[in-house]
């Protein structure tokens, strides 16, 4: 039974112990990951599935672990930052069952990336809120419509789950919004930030598959695909979307949305 879902920013320097000090830069997003823990305590969130944007990410299928996660922040040079679950094995189960019914190509992990901080920044910034035993799922470079085929196939297994249930859709938006950001400035960053923006509002899904794929690669996006599968598995499900922050200090899009479930 899905109660929840949520679209997470994960940049590492939202971390203490990355940031030191500059976390505080991005205090609505801080203050927004405060409000959607609560309401995974509220909601007694028993299970949970992950979307990764930076585990491991193929041409052509998905992918989904297997066996525990254990991952650190070596790569932002924080070594000693580290994160980890069991995993959910009924519910990862029940997920490749579901996409081999739906002929979606999954193959199933055992390893993943150690340094996924699409992963590692939610799991510590929600803490306690994050069950014990989790299930991890990954994006593709697959096209936008099988991304919300894959997500159907992920509803169709919670739908099994009788527990309270939540999936987040980890993502950083547009990552070109400043001169500033280390990517640079693209001229139509703007734009497609705010298209990805009005149709998670409107919970739009065609919206998102409209936009541009080549355009998508110019911007630096990196939320689209997780956020369709979070649209696939909460589809037929009456949701009301809230953005509770928006913002980019260092020039990368940062959008922290809750999806509440009648």
Partial sequence: MIVLGAVLPHPPVLLPEVGQGREHEARATLDAYAIVA??????????LIMISTHGIVTLNRFHILAESLSGNLSRFDSPGVTFGRDIDLDLTNAVVACAADADVPLTVATQWEESDHSLGVPMRLLGDAVPEQSAVVSISFRPPEEHLRFGEAIGAALARIKEPTAILASGDAVHTLLDASAYGHHRRADEVQQQYESALLAWEPPALCAIDEHLRREVDESVISSTLIL????????????????????????????IEVS
């Fill in 231 to 258: 649209m696939g598995a909460l589809r037929g499900i009456d949701v009301n979307p809230h953005i509770l922050a928006s913002e980019h200090p260092w020039g990368v899009g940062y959008v922290t949305s809750l």
């Fill in 38 to 47: 609560r309401r995974l305590c509220e909601l007694d969130a028993r299970r």
